[in-house]
Nanobody, 119 residues
Framework: QVQLVESGGGLVQAGGSLRLSCVASGSMVVINDMGWYRQAPGNQGELVATISSGGATTYADSVKGRFTISRVNKNTVSLQMNSLKPEDTAVYYC??????????????RGQGTQVTVSS
């Protein structure tokens, strides 16, 4: 069984900052890409940022220059969110691609953490 434990969400004013963290544990042989996916009510979900096992990063255009993803170790990922905007309000899910003993999985997500940015 695989567990993704997210932390760091909350309520912040526009222009403020938050840092999200996710720790992955369980029956994973290899963790490939880790990242963050967000979903706001009524909106299409968005893969906000990813980081590979080698440290290569990708960002959605909507967060470039404001968000920074980092991989603390092979099973921990953080997302530093600066200059937050009300449109960043969403549930943020840790998103992991991993391989078990015999099969690989993509876009495995945690329970999510709420981020609310007030104007």
């Amino acid at each position: 069984q695989v567990q993704l434990v997210e932390s760091g969400g909350g309520l912040v004013q526009a222009g403020g900052s938050l840092r999200l963290s996710c720790v992955a544990s369980g029956s994973m042989v290899v963790i490939n890409d880790m990242g963050w996916y967000r979903q706001a009510p009524g909106n299409q979900g968005e893969l906000v940022a990813t980081i590979s096992s080698g440290g290569a990063t990708t960002y959605a255009d909507s967060v470039k220059g404001r968000f920074t993803i980092s991989r603390v170790n092979k099973n921990t990922v953080s997302l530093q969110m600066n200059s937050l905007k009300p449109e960043d309000t969403a549930v943020y899910y840790c998103n992991v691609d991993y391989c078990g003993a015999t099969v690989c999985f993509e876009d495995y997500r945690g329970q999510g953490t709420q981020v609310t940015v007030s104007s």
